[in-house]
């Protein structure tokens, strides 16, 4: 199995998942946002700290390990104003890495899709069959890319994900609450509602799509269920149990923020006859929990801030 960008959030999960079980793992990842201290020295696992970008770089490692199964999970998000780290990473690497595959007689190729591609969507919830319409830096790199694997001909699983929430998750409103309230700083909250899947929800779904018979496409995957990040902030108040002096503010999205982005799963159930089984307060106190034992490192985000006034 190769892993491109193994030492993200998910990336280093699926690693934590499939090594044990006797997988020999590859990656791929130049630590833009992940980290090396998420890949162990231990045996079965092999690193290539380098670019997707790097076309020699990606066609000699499948040349070499030439795997059955590749898990496309590297991106570039970090920077908004960044396009051509974007492009090339989210374009260009994901082109190397679909020709690379197809050239080492890959099986099966897994790809992770933000939700982002569907843009502004004109339903919510947002089935998988919406238009894609992105209109950010990383919604249109990352949409072309899907376009450029499911042209490459492999059997491909394009996820579209939901905001997965799991061990060293260090992006988007959960971190950025439990580490400014245990610093006794305040918050906002934007007027948005987001849709958060448990990690081992979407461990249990990636164990159902690698399978060689597992159905191919593009497929939500998410819990269905709204929430919005006033409700997060309160989760994460009455974890602390802290009480903040004042209200917390809530302001409108940002101008490159889209207010709903819950996904439609039922198309999802019904292929792989699976279902998301934790529920949003269990997903938040299971995420605090980690941090309370892990911390939180940096928070990223592929947003803008929002303006404040
Ligand atoms: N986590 C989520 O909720 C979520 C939601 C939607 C989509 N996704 C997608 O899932 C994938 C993994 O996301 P994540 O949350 O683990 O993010 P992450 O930032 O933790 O992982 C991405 C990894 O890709 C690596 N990377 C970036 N540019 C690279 C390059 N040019 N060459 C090699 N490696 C590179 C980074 O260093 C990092 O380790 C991404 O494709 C992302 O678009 C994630």
Known sequence: MLITGGAGCLGSNLIDRYLPQGHEIQVIDNLATGK???????PG????????????????AFAEFAPEMVIHSAASYKDPANWEEDAATNVMGTIH???AAKAAGAKRLIHFQTALAYGRPHEVPIPVGHPVHPFTSYGISKAAGEHYLAMSGLPLVSLRLANVTGPRLAIGPIPTFYKRLKAGQNCFCSSTVRDFLDMEDFLGLVD???????PTGIFNVSTGE???IKDVYDAVVAYLGISPEREVPV????????????????ATEAAFGWRAQIGF?????RMLAWYDAH????VYSHLAAPKKD
């Open 36 to 42: 090396r201290g998420n890949l162990p020295p231990v």
């Open 45 to 60: 696992l092999t690193v290539i700290e380098g670019s997707i970008v790097d076309k020699a770089l990606v066609d000699k």
């Open 97 to 99: 890495v679909a020709q």
């Open 208 to 214: 159902l799509a690698i399978a060689p018979e597992a």
């Open 226 to 228: 709204g929430r919005s």
């Open 251 to 266: 302001v409108p999205p940002g101008e490159d923020d889209i207010p709903a982005v819950v996904l439609d799963p039922s």
């Open 281 to 285: 307060e269990d997903t938040i106190a």
């Open 295 to 298: 911390g939180v490192t940096d």
